[in-house]
């Protein structure tokens, strides 16, 4: 669940509609249905006699969907308000995930590249390239055991910048 505060502005001549036949809400799902039924349930008004009300809502895991608020039975005419309210766009942990998703696909593009292109032995250096076999993604310096550059018997290897 994530809790969220909401609100709605129905407005001055619709003020002081608290209770269980005032101001409530409904979530609803994308295709319509009702998530979470109507209620009045901690619906307040944010300043007495402004005819704006803010509930702290509870929605389900990774809903998609609206908040219907509605003016109740208090008046002659019901009103009705709506928001889009997904998880998504009130999560500020989203971006942050879309961020570091973003960063592992590209290490992930580099190593399947590195292992998935050609390699080379050219002149005392390793180059690897991308599955393309012709982007080089990587060049190493090759050195044997005595640290002398070479590509026979090699013990080490050091990336070229």
Known sequence: MQNLVLNVNFGRSKANATGSSGVG???LLSDGS???????????????GSGIYSANVSLPDQFKGQILWDTGVVFSETYFATEACNYESHNPRVDVIHDI????????????????GRWK???????FYDEDNTTLLARYALYD????????????????P
Request: glycine share 8%; no cysteine.
């Open 25 to 27: 809400y409904t979530l």
């Open 34 to 48: 009702t998530s979470v039924a109507r209620t009045t349930a901690g619906v307040v008004q944010v300043a007495s």
């Open 101 to 116: 998703v973003q960063q592992v696909t590209g290490t992930l593009a580099y190593i399947r590249g590195l292992t998935a």
């Open 121 to 127: 032995i050219d002149n005392n250096h390793m180059m």
């Open 145 to 160: 055991v005595t640290g002398t550059l070479g590509s026979d018997n090699v013990f080490e290897r050091v990336k070229v």
